[in-house]
């Protein structure tokens, strides 16, 4: 794929070093010389490179006005992102540019985030926090993560991932995806058992890419099926959930729910799920960890190798 083009960055090449040589130029490694432009999206200036780019990695935000620069780019040839999903790049992929996502990156912080939120919404963190702040001494039981049978809904990188961090925990995992298949920690169903089996179902974990089939999949009558007591936790997408529907079933005590992403996002200072009980709203920071950088970083330079020897990128998930 490597050609005379120009390939913009969202990180410097100090950072990303060392830059393949067939990219870097007369002045070598240190990136002298090279094709590589550096654009974070931040309010910076912007390299005048744009009519020569073919390689784009979009900075890690979900701002629009640097996906808006795509339209400035005639020889654009390949665009890679940093987050794990990419339905918010689809509206502006030309037609015939590679796309590739960030599988690699996220895994870890966001599995920890699921576990995190799931540990922390059945113990009862918040109401830990809350008592500590108002000098209360809240002694009691509470439900543990142990005995429960765990319903992984998406069985990709993250979902395994979070798959990976339950082993140990003495829990019941059950894995749904959209293709049945034998996993690495246990058989994986398909989403067709899913009316037979969200009725066994203590803890659900939402782990599916926001497609048009998993929008508003879990609505009124998903939640239904789900015993009284159950946690839903999303770290997918906000849309995946009706929100309405989940309001009323957390309104009404009967489902609890941990949710690193919503549906308005930003969740609105206001919003009446942020006031629902049994809710935790972390702010959309799966990915967002020290985690994050060094899998980022790896994943480009891996990319860049890839272009600078005519190679197949990893991760392509449109053509």
């Known amino acids: 794929m490597v050609s005379d083009g120009r390939i913009w960055v969202p990180y410097s090449l100090e950072q990303l070093a060392p830059i393949p040589a067939a990219l870097s130029g007369a002045g070598g490694a240190d990136g002298s010389g090279s094709r590589i432009d550096v654009y974070d999206g931040a ?20 701002a629009p006005h640097t996906l808006e620069r795509i339209a400035d780019m005639p020889r654009l040839r390949m665009i890679q992102t940093l987050t794990a999903g990419y ?3 689809l509206p502006y992929l030309p037609p015939g540019v590679l796309l590739c996502n960030g599988r690699g990156i996220h895994e870890t912080s966001t599995a920890e985030l ?6 922390a919404a059945l113990r009862d963190i918040p109401g830990f926090v809350r008592g500590q702040d108002a ?4 002694f009691g039981f509470y439900p543990a993560l142990a005995d429960k049978r765990v319903l992984i809904l998406g069985y990709g990188a993250i979902g395994e991932a979070v798959d990976r961090r339950l082993q140990g925990f003495e829990v019941d995992v059950v894995r749904v995806a959209r293709t ?9 169903r398909a989403m067709s058992e899913l009316p037979d089996l969200l009725p066994h179902t203590d803890v ?5 890419p926001l497609t048009e ?8 009558d998903f939640l239904a099926r789900l015993p009284d007591g159950a946690l839903v936790v999303n770290v997918a997408r906000g849309p995946v959930v009706d929100t309405g529907a989940l309001l009323a079933e957390v309104r009404s005590g009967r489902l609890r729910a941990a949710l690193d992403v919503t549906d308005p996002e930003p969740l609105p200072a206001d919003h009446p799920l942020r006031f629902a009980p049994g809710v935790l709203i972390s702010p959309h920071v799966g990915g967002s960890s020290s ?25 392509i998930v449109r053509r």
Do not use: C, K
Not at 204 to 208: A, G, K, N, R, S
Not at 305 to 310: I, L, N, T, Y
């Open 204 to 208: 659900i974990i939402l782990t599916v």
């Open 135 to 138: 000098g209360e001494w809240r």
């Open 87 to 89: 339905e918010h790049v």
């Open 114 to 119: 699921a576990l995190a939120l799931t540990l």
């Open 43 to 62: 309010d910076g200036p912007v390299p005048d490179t744009a009519a020569e780019v073919e390689l784009y990695v979009l900075p890690y935000t979900f």
């Open 213 to 220: 089939d998993t929008r508003g999949l879990v609505d009124a």
């Open 180 to 188: 049945p298949r034998d996993g690495v920690h246990g058989p994986v």
């Open 291 to 315: 985690a994050f950088l060094p899998r980022a970083l790896r994943l480009i330079r891996r990319q860049l190798e890839r272009w600078s020897e005519g190679v197949t990128p990893a991760n």
